[in-house]
T-cell receptor, first 113, second 111 residues
Framework: KAGVTQTPRYLIKTRGQQVTLSCSPI?????VSWYQQTPGQGLQFLFE???????NKGNFPGRFSGRQFSNSRSEMNVSTLELGDSALYLC????????????FGPGTRLLVL | GESVGLHLPTLSVQEGDNSIINCAYS??????FIWYKQESGKGPQFIID?????DKRQGQRVTVLLNKTVKHLSLQIAATQPGDSAVYFC??????????FGTGTRLTIIP
């Protein structure tokens, strides 16, 4: 069974631009979570989607948004990029319910110049 | 609020020795705990998990211990190998709330 895939793997943007990242969960997994990872802050939870509905949300500004499609694939969008948004963005999927093991993708490394 | 913290940010262990990575958590309501391993340039990889109704769980060369009395979690890796060098994260979850990660411990295996 294929693992979690994320595209693109690397991205360079400039301040003020917007970016859309994509995540395809493991086949059969219905929950997708997004995390931001930086050296200074570690792994920070962004949001979690289940059956196309946002189930949990972290403490990030409204510039960060996401959605999930009927096939469980998910996208996250960051508008008006800031230098501090440079990070590794990780997607994780799990079967369904809370407490289920989350499996991570390789991440998208975003650099904002 | 909840916090998950690691006692040591770095740990160096001789190859073949056992290693223990510790983690403290503050939310006594957390009922699910998990350890991840992250190698350079990769996403976190699931190692082992444990629910609050257990105090010990074993996997292949790894053991997780949960002490709810003192809110402490540990990961034991037996007979460490060079491939065990990575950053290890603990995480906790309360019901259907978000998974909260610790800051990570960098484990270095000395040949």
């Amino acid at each position: 069974k294929a693992g979690v895939t994320q595209t693109p793997r690397y991205l360079i943007k400039t301040r003020g631009q917007q970016v859309t990242l994509s995540c395809s969960p493991i086949s059969g997994h219905r929950s997708v979570s997004w995390y931001q990872q930086t050296p200074g802050q570690g792994l920070q939870f962004l949001f979690e989607y289940f059956s196309e509905t946002q189930r949990n949300k972290g403490n990030f500004p409204g510039r960060f948004s996401g959605r999930q499609f009927s096939n469980s694939r998910s996208e996250m969008n960051v508008s008006t990029l800031e230098l501090g948004d440079s990070a590794l963005y990780l997607c994780a999927s799990s079967l369904a319910d809370w407490g289920e093991t989350q499996y991570f993708g390789p991440g998208t490394r975003l650099l904002v110049l | 609020g909840e916090s998950v913290g690691l006692h040591l940010p770095t740990l160096s262990v001789q190859e073949g020795d056992n290693s223990i990575i510790n983690c403290a958590y503050s939310n006594s309501a957390s009922d699910y705990f998990i350890w991840y391993k992250q190698e350079s340039g990769k996403g976190p990889q699931f190692i082992i998990d444990i629910r609050s109704n257990m105090d010990k769980r074993q996997g292949q060369r790894v053991t997780v211990l949960l002490n709810k009395t003192v809110k402490h979690l540990s990961l034991q890796i037996a007979a460490t190998q060079p491939g065990d060098s990575a950053v290890y994260f603990c995480a906790e979850r309360n019901g259907n709330e978000k998974l909260t990660f610790g800051t990570g411990t960098r484990l270095t295996i000395i040949p």
